[in-house]
Nanobody, 124 residues
Framework: QVQVLESGGGLVQPGGSLRLSCAAS????????VAWFSRAPGKQRELVAR???????DYADSVTGRFTISRDASNNSAYLQMSNLRPEDTAVYYC??????????????????WGQGTQVTVAS
């Protein structure tokens, strides 16, 4: 009932920037939190950044000062601004959105949905 779609990945040179976007579609009532994860080749998925409903943000140590997570409640979207990218940032990036959607009149159901991932490659 709720789908999450990421976009904005691609190939960038070291030191460059990318902006990932993530949008939830469906009869959204409220978004509680948004998080970005990464999965590098041969590694487990790791939390990169998250933002709560009240705007509190948390970042992995490896991206602090380089990445910025933000959200736009008006269109159920979130973003990950990635700057000063490094080859070790190469990974598939996934967006996870949790919240509530209107499942029937006057009734909300919680959801926790993942996007399909977008590839980010940092190379010369």
């Amino acid at each position: 009932q709720v789908q999450v779609l990421e976009s904005g990945g691609g190939l960038v040179q070291p030191g460059g920037s990318l902006r990932l976007s993530c949008a939830a579609s469906g009869n959204i009532h409220r978004i509680d939190s948004v998080a970005w994860f990464s999965r590098a080749p041969g590694k487990q998925r790791e939390l990169v950044a998250r933002i709560s409903e009240n705007g509190r943000t948390d970042y992995a140590d490896s991206v602090t000062g380089r990445f910025t997570i933000s959200r736009d409640a008006s269109n159920n979207s979130a973003y990950l601004q990635m700057s000063n990218l490094r080859p070790e940032d190469t990974a598939v990036y996934y967006c996870r959105i949790a919240g509530w959607y209107i499942s029937r009149p006057n009734y909300q159901t919680n959801f926790d949905s993942w996007g399909q991932g977008t590839q980010v490659t940092v190379a010369s």
